[in-house]
Each structure stands twice: as structure tokens, then as C-alpha cells.
């Protein structure tokens, strides 16, 4: 099966993802997948379509490739994303997808919300590593696509290329969650655990930023932002609690979080970032939260080291499961890009 791909935003994790497609031939034809990749959006040089679609190579050439005779156009006069997923809906194929891979706006989620948007309206699947429009407008895109007979499809948006969402989706079936709990920031574990060991708050941060753990702006991650996004994206899934970041009670690190960390690891604990959210079983009242927790020893999530994530899912019959991912990484988040096309391949059946 074709699957002509239009790609909105070319960072790092949507170029790892495009080598992934090309290190993964062999297994996707297995699959019966021949995706296409025929447009790609970025903020920076612009846009570029090309119907019988760009080569491998020729999209880590990007740059290049804007102002070349068989794109649209050079970047002062390149289509926008939107016009692109327009495109893309008028195409001739088996399957039509667009990837949205843009920056995280955690306030209003766009313009990834506007994107998913158009592209469900084009008759475009979506596939996003973004959380924004998951944490900011779930309900209304999911059904969107359930209307339209579309897929939306979002496994990069928490924990990288743990399969999260598909885990419950997938292989827990008459299952009702009650809540869930977890570390799921990675630059903020790395630092708390980097001052466990007597690094200050300021020598951490810094060096979070030289490895490329936390980024130039690493406000996202410190305030606890990034990891309210994830608790909304989770719970407008799971609880189905039609929230954004902005609902959810946030504490972030601070200098003071220094001192808190040894002392916690002195006393046999660790002091964690944890991101939570639980439905009262009589009121039926949400509850959802970012906050500093110093935890017993052997509680699943202190023994969590560097960028480690993990995050426990409350369910009846089930009780409670952990799933841990002990490396993460852009790589991965690339991989669940690809295993979300996987998932799509097969509910388009034969």
C-alpha cells in the first residue's frame, strides 16, 4: 500500500524519522507499507511538493532542495503548511498522511492544532509527535477523525517511542482507568538526580543545556510545563477530562529544589517531578497536577536515574501497571512515528 506522507516541520526527529524509513524498508514492505513522502513544511526554508516524492537523500538536502525546478517554489514564494496539507488531500492514493512534528505551544497548542485540523478536513490521516494538540484540544480533533472515518494517531507525544497509548488501547479492553502517576520529564529528572550528587541548580542546568538534554529556553521543562502538557495529553485520553496545560496545578524546579534533593536522598528517599492525574470514584471530580514529591526508596518512580521516565496507570480489573523507559531520546520518538504508521496500515485492512 502507497502512503504519501506530507511532513509538517523538518527537525530533528522528523529527519531521524525519515532514515528510519529508509533503514526500515525491508521490514515496512513486510508490512505492506510504501510510504511517499511528497511535501514538507518548515518554519525556516519553507515549503516544497513534489508528486512522485522526494528521495531519502534528497530530504536531508532540504535546504537545498527549496529553491530546486521540481519544488513548488523557492522559500520567499513556497506554499504554506496549509496549502500543502490541501495538496495532499487532492492527491490520488491509498492512504494519505500528514506527520506534524512542530513546536510545542502549551497554550494553545498551535499551530499544530490548526494543522491536524486541516489535515483531517483534506481527508488527511494525522500522525504527531506534538503534544499540543492532544494536551490542548483532544476531544474535538478525536472527533473529528472518528466522523470522517480517519485515524489520529499521537504515540510520540508522551515518553518518546513507548507505546503508552497503544498499550491501553490495544491490549487492555474493558478496562476502566482511575488515574495514573509518573515521571515523564526527562531534563528535570536528569537535574534533580544531578544535584542529588552536589551539583548546584544553576551548574545543572547548564550542563543539561551543554549535553543537549534541556534546551536554550529550558523554561518549558523547569517550570513544569512540559510535564503538564503530558498529564493533560494523558488525561483527555484516559479520563477523558477535556483539559489543557493550563488546568493542571504545576510546581516546578527552583534553586531551592538543591537543597530538598539531597536532603531527601540523605533520609533514604528521592525527591521526584511528578506529573499526576486521578478521577474521584464518588464525585467523579478530576484532580490533575505537576508537583515536587519526595518518595520512599523503593517506590517505583525513585528509582529512576538521569532520563529515565516511567509512569504507573491505575485500571480496574487490571490494578496498577508500570511501564519504564530507561533511555530516551529523539530516535525513539522517530520510532513511534513509524509504529503509528504501522498501527494505521492495519486498521486500513486489505
Partial sequence: ?????????????????????????????????EPVIVGIATRRHGAAFLDAGFEADTLARYVDLVAADNAVGPASGSPTALELIQRLGHMRSDARVMIETTVLNVQSGEPAVS???????????????????????????????????????????????IPIFNLVRETMPATTIHGFRGVINSTTNHMLCAMERGEDYDAALRRMQDEGIAEADPSL????????????????????????????????LTPASSDRARSARAAGRRLKLVGSAERDALTKTLAARVRLEELPGDDPLAILDDQANALEIDSTPLGRIV????????????????????????????
Fill in 221 to 252: 521543562d523547569v517550570d513544569g510545563w512540559d510535564a503538564a502538557a503530558k498529564v493533560s495529553a494523558l488525561a483527555n485520553v484516559w479520563l477523558d477530562a477535556r483539559m489543557t496545560p493550563a488546568d493542571v496545578e504545576r510546581e516546578g
Fill in 1 to 33: 500500500m502507497h502512503i504519501h506522507i506530507v511532513l509538517i516541520g523538518f527537525g530533528n526527529v522528523a529527519r531521524r524519522f525519515v532514515q528510519l524509513l529508509d533503514e526500515s524498508r525491508d521490514a515496512l514492505r513486510a508490512l505492506d507499507i
Fill in 115 to 161: 494543522h491536524v485540523r486541516a489535515a483531517l478536513a483534506a481527508g488527511a490521516h494525522v500522525i504527531t509527535a506534538n503534544k499540543g494538540p492532544i494536551a490542548c484540544a483532544y476531544r474535538e480533533l478525536a472527533d473529528d477523525a472518528a466522523a470522517r472515518g480517519l485515524s489520529l494517531l499521537f504515540e510520540g507525544a508522551v515518553m518518546d517511542g
Fill in 323 to 350: 511501564i519504564t523507559q530507561r533511555d530516551g531520546g529523539l530516535e525513539k520518538t522517530a520510532y513511534a512515528l513509524l509504529t503509528d504508521l504501522a498501527t494505521l496500515r492495519r486498521r486500513l485492512g486489505r
